[in-house]
């Protein structure tokens, strides 16, 4: 054991436990970063969290928190001390008649919705999955696809953080809003969120329904109803075959109905794709083809073909998200949705200006020879009538108006890396800058922090002085942090250095053979 730590364990007899699994491996959902690290903690209670963040501000390490390493980049990556609260994840109390909860961070979403439904409530929204804990989705600003609904944190009412001194202090918009815009998307890096105040609804069921068609029809809608038409909306947008499958929801009092079952749909439809993935990082140019194949063995090759079912919420909004996958996902204003899409159609499939769907991309990155499997999430959320005492300061919404997300998702068959990444997210993130767009913080965005300083302004300095605040020495700074939000000051006493991540890439088997990346975090 670390001399230091020995010495500090020793002067703090206080019987509070102090427990650490040594030898843990942590590793992104996607398996795309891997780290090991010194200490692995799982407490049950405050006292231990605030032990061992007393500890490790003495002992000069850094604590990283994860909840289920969904975080597709290397946030939750550190070679120092790693923490997670899945044992700390109990409802505190529920009020059935207002529905407020309190729960502790840990949390996951999937447990927090089977709670709530015991008592006929619900979350008001989901993003795609339901694995991550509470804190977690917060702490990257987690969003669905709604117009009516804001980012996950807009539900929070209040929460409870454990700062570097190892105190736990209360936040609401009321009570220090500060520290509340700070934390409620922290990126992790001002404490340990420990308690969340949340604000459920009545428990509801969605009747949704599938349609696919001529991504021109959808385009054409965008101005009219395609995301008003019902609460839910969101739409995969295909450029090879410019088709598009809009999905949408509306509460209902009807009875479930099972979405419908097919041949293709299950284990066939979801091995042939991930083959089919994998034969073309050999032969890149069958991409277009596997596009075509695979949506239309799923959704139908007519257009117009349709599906629906009637599920509770907590199943309704969640989608299988498949294999291991970058994703590179951007908020930018609403009304440039139909520009950014004609103009990355434009790009990737090289039209001629004869071609009825040209736009000048403008785009300065060649797309010759260029194939990637592309299908675009596109997504909307509005947090603009979010209250300014709580809106967070690293929101990566648009502040005045309506949010479109583009997420560039990459599948990795078989955890290969795909061909021509680099050049695509390059060219997709100088379009998704030149329309005015930020980076959603959990994903595989390249953009450096100098850009993202300009993005954010005022509001990441404020978002800077609040963290320095909770955390002067930077117990809770890594690399990550550094790179893309803590600019270029001085490295802090407790600041992470080394993450000790490893790079996982396609010439490497994964877990049977890694490459250190050295002494800084890698993007894969
Ligand atoms: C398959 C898949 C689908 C996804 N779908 C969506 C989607 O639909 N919409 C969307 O917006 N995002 C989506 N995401 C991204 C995901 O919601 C976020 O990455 C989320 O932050 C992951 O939560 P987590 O619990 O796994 O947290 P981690 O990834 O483990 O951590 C995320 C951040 O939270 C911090 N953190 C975690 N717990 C605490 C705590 N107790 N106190 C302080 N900080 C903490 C970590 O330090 C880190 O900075 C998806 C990701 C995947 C892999
Ligand atoms: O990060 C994400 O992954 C899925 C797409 O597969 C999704 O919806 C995200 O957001």
Request: hydrophobic share 35%; net charge neutral.
């Amino acid at each position: 054991m670390d001399p230091l730590l020995a010495a500090e364990l020793a002067r703090c007899d206080d019987g509070v436990t102090f427990n650490p699994k040594l030898h843990h491996a942590h590793s992104t959902w996607a398996k795309t970063f891997l780290s090991r690290p010194d200490l692995y903690f799982q407490p049950e209670s405050l006292a231990e969290i605030e032990k061992i963040v007393k500890l490790a501000h003495r002992c000069h390490r850094r604590i990283t928190t994860t909840g289920s390493g969904h975080s597709p980049s290397s946030l939750t990556c550190t070679s120092s001390w790693l923490l997670n609260l899945d044992k700390y994840n109990r409802i505190l109390s529920l009020d059935k008649s207002t529905g407020v909860v309190v729960m502790q961070a840990g949390i996951r979403l999937y447990q927090l919705c089977d709670e709530l439904a015991k008592y006929g409530l619900a979350m008001p929204n989901l993003g795609s999955i339901n694995e991550q804990s509470i804190a977690g989705a917060i702490s990257t600003g987690t969003h669905g696809s709604s117009l009516y609904h804001g980012t996950m944190s807009t539900s929070v009412l209040s929460l409870r953080i454990t700062t570097a001194d190892g105190v736990s202090r209360f936040c609401s918009p009321e009570e220090d809003p500060d520290l509340f815009r700070a934390a409620v998307l922290s990126l992790g890096a001002l404490g340990i969120i420990t308690e969340i105040t949340f604000q459920a609804v009545p428990e509801f069921t969605l009747k949704w329904q599938q349609v696919i068609d001529s991504d021109i029809k959808m385009l054409n809608s965008w101005n009219k109803d395609l995301w008003t038409q019902t609460e839910f909306v969101r739409v995969w947008w295909y450029p090879y075959t410019r088709r598009a499958v809009i999905w949408s929801a509306e509460k209902t009092s009807e009875p479930p109905v099972d979405p419908p079952s097919s041949y293709y749909g299950g284990a066939l439809g979801y091995y042939v794709y991930h083959n089919l993935l994998y034969a073309a990082q050999y032969i890149p140019r069958i991409l277009p083809w596997v596009e075509w194949f695979v949506f239309g063995m799923e959704y139908g090759f007519a257009n117009g073909s349709k599906s629906q079912a009637i599920q509770p919420s907590r199943q309704a909004l969640l989608m299988n998200c498949l294999y291991s996958q970058f994703v590179n996902e951007w908020a930018i204003p609403l009304h440039k949705g139909p520009e950014a899409l004609r103009r990355l159609s434009s790009w990737l499939n090289q039209l001629p200006p004869t071609d009825p769907d040209y736009v000048p991309h403008n785009i300065p990155f060649s797309a010759k020879d260029l194939w990637v499997h592309a299908p675009v999430e596109v997504r909307v959320s509005d947090n603009a009538s979010v209250a300014p005492n709580s809106r967070p300061y690293l929101d990566q919404t648009v502040e005045d108006g309506p949010t479109l997300y583009l997420n560039a998702t990459l599948y990795r068959p078989y955890y290969h890396d795909p061909p021509c990444r680099a050049r695509y997210y390059e060219a997709f993130e100088w379009l998704m800058r030149d329309l005015g767009g930020r980076p959603h913080w959990a994903k595989n965005f390249e953009t450096t922090g100098e850009d993202l300083e300009t993005m954010y302004s005022d509001k990441i300095q404020q978002w800077r002085k609040v963290r320095e605040r909770a955390d002067p020495k930077g117990v809770f700074v890594g690399p990550w942090h550094r790179l893309n939000v803590l600019g270029s000051g001085n490295t802090l006493l407790n600041e992470e250095i080394d993450s000790g991540s490893i790079k996982v890439s396609d010439k490497i088997v994964l877990f049977s053979g890694t490459v250190s990346t050295g002494n800084n975090v890698s993007k894969s």
